[in-house]
C-alpha cells in the first residue's frame, strides 16, 4: 500500500502556509482569501489521497470531497479580485472586465463541485491520476470534469495579464507572479500518479511561498519607514499600493472638515502652560478617535485647528454623509470637553466647518513625506469653520446635494475671504 505520509506532509506545509498568511495580517481582505485557498487546498489533497486514493471502491460519497477543491479554487480567484481593487486603475479604463472574468472562473469552480457530487464514479475513475491512463484523458469523461478546472485556471490567468496590465508595484507584482508559476503546480496534482502530484503540489508551494515572503518583507520595510513620517492610513496605503503609486496626484471629490477651539489664544495666554498642553491632548485625542471611528483621515493639526479629509486616500461613497455625522460627533465630544475646562474666566468653545469638492490629493516632500489636499473645499471648510461660532456646524451647498438626507437648516449665503460670491450655507441642527 503506498504510504499517505507524503502527502500528509503536503498537506500540512499548505495548512501552515495558510496559517502564516492570515496570523501576518489578518484585517488584511486578500490575506484571508489567500489563506483559504491554501487551506482548502491542503484538506483536499489529504482527503483525496486518504479516503479515495487508497480505497478498494469508490465511495458513493467521494463526490463531496471535491467541495474543498473548488473553494481552493474559488479564494484564489477571490484573492486576485481582491489584489485588483487595491490598484488603482488609469482613467477610462475598464476594469469589469477582469472582475467578470474572475466571477466566471469562480462559477466553474463551482460547477466542478456540483458534477463532482452528481457523477462521483466518473470523477475518480477518468480524471483523479487520469495520467495513470492515458486513454482517460482523450475520453469525453476526463473533459467534464477537466474543463471547469482548466476553464477557471485560463480566467485566473487572464486577469492576471489584466492586473499586470495596471502596472502594480514591484512587491505585488512578484507575488502575483509567484502564483501564476505556482497554479499548474497545484492543478497537475489532480492527474499525475500519487508521488508525482506530491511533488508536484510542493514545487507549487515553494514557489508561492517565495513569492509571498518577498512580498511580505517588501511591504514590512516599507510601513515600518513609512510609519515614521505619515499618518496610520496614509502609511498603509503606501504599504499596500507601494510609494510610486501613493505619490501619484488623484483627483477626488471629497468632504473636508475643519474645527478649532473658540478662545483658545485667550485662554492660552492666561492658562498655565502645562494646562494649555494637557487641553490640547485631550482635546486630540478625542477629535482622533472619532476621526478613526469614521475612516476619516487627519491631514493636519495646527495649534487648535484639526483639519480632517472624509474620503481620501481611501475614497468613500457616502464621503459627504460621513463627514456630516462625524462633525456632529466631534461637536458632541468638543462640547463635554469645554464644559470639563471652563474654568475661571476663560470660556473655551468648538466651531466646525464642513466643505465638498474636487480636490488634488498625494504624498509630497522629499526628506519629510505629508499627504496633502488643495482644492477650493479645503479653503472652505477652514473659513466655515473660522465663521462658525461655539457649538455650530457651518455646511456648504455641495456637501448637502451629496447628503440630502440629513435634516439641515438653512443659513443665509455668507461672504468668505477668498470667494468672490457669497456663499450658500447650511448649518446642522444640535
Known amino acids: 500500500m503506498f504510504d499517505v505520509s507524503l502527502h500528509t506532509l503536503v498537506s500540512l506545509i499548505a495548512l501552515g502556509m495558510a496559517l502564516a498568511f492570515i496570523t501576518a495580517d489578518a484585517q488584511s481582505r486578500t490575506s484571508q482569501a489567500l489563506s483559504l485557498s491554501l487551506g482548502s487546498t491542503g484538506v483536499a489533497i489529504f482527503l483525496n489521497v486518504s479516503l479515495i486514493d487508497l480505497a478498494e471502491t469508490v465511495p458513493a460519497w467521494s463526490g463531496w470531497l471535491a467541495i474543498p477543491e473548488s473553494i481552493g479554487l474559488i479564494a484564489m480567484l477571490e484573492w486576485l479580485l481582491r489584489v485588483r481593487r487595491t490598484l488603482p486603475a488609469a482613467a477610462g479604463m475598464n476594469t469589469r472586465t477582469g472582475d467578470r472574468i474572475l466571477r466566471f472562473g469562480q462559477l466553474c469552480a463551482a460547477a466542478y463541485s456540483v458534477i463532482s457530487i452528481a457523477a462521483p464514479d466518473l470523477r475518480v475513475e477518468h480524471f483523479i491520476r487520469a495520467a495513470t491512463r492515458p486513454d482517460s484523458m482523450e475520453n469525453w469523461r476526463f473533459w467534464l470534469f477537466a474543463g471547469p478546472i482548466d476553464m477557471s485556471a485560463l480566467c485566473g490567468f487572464a486577469a492576471i495579464l489584466l492586473l499586470l496590465n495596471r502596472k502594480p508595484d514591484r512587491a505585488e507584482k512578484i507575488r502575483v507572479l509567484a502564483m501564476a508559476a505556482a497554479v499548474p503546480f497545484f492543478l497537475a496534482g489532480f492527474v499525475l500518479p500519487r508521488d508525482m502530484a506530491a511533488l508536484s503540489c510542493v514545487i507549487g508551494e515553494i514557489l508561492l511561498l517565495i513569492g509571498s515572503m518577498r512580498y511580505y518583507v517588501e511591504q514590512g520595510q516599507r510601513g515600518q519607514f513609512m510609519a515614521r513620517f505619515l499618518s496610520r492610513d496614509v502609511a498603509k496605503l503606501v504599504s499596500d499600493r507601494g510609494l510610486a503609486t501613493a505619490m501619484q496626484e488623484n483627483q477626488l471629490e471629497i468632504t473636508v472638515v475643519s ?5 483658545f489664544t ?13 487641553v490640547l491632548r485631550d482635546y486630540y485625542d478625542a ?4 476621526v478613526g471611528r469614521y475612516g476619516a483621515t487627519i491631514k493636519d493639526y495646527a495649534g487648535d485647528g484639526i483639519l480632517i479629509l472624509v474620503g481620501a486616500p481611501i ?3 457616502d464621503h459627504a454623509a460621513r463627514g456630516i455625522a462625524m462633525a456632529r460627533q466631534i461637536r458632541s465630544t ?3 470637553l469645554t464644559q470639563r475646562w471652563n474654568k475661571g474666566g476663560s470660556r473655551l468653545g468648538i466651531g466646525i466647518g ?4 474636487p ?3 498625494g504624498v509630497i516632500g522629499s526628506a519629510t513625506l505629508e499627504y496633502t489636499a488643495v482644492g ?3 479653503n472652505l471648510a477652514s473659513r466655515l469653520c473660522e465663521q462658525a461660532v461655539h457649538g455650530e456646524i457651518l455646511i456648504d451647498a455641495r456637501t448637502r446635494q451629496l447628503a440630502p438626507a440629513d435634516a439641515l437648516e438653512p443659513r443665509q449665503p455668507l461672504q468668505v475671504k477668498g470667494f468672490a460670491e457669497p456663499v450658500p450655507l447650511f448649518a446642522a441642527p444640535a
Open 354 to 357: 464642513v466643505a465638498s469638492g
Open 259 to 263: 474645527c478649532d477651539l473658540r478662545g
Open 334 to 336: 468638543g462640547i463635554e
Open 315 to 317: 475614497a468613500m461613497p
Open 376 to 378: 477650493s473645499a479645503v
Open 359 to 361: 480636490v488634488t490629493v
Open 287 to 290: 477629535v482622533g478617535e472619532v
Open 266 to 278: 485667550p485662554y492660552a495666554a492666561a492658562a498655565p502652560s502645562r494646562e494649555v498642553l494637557q
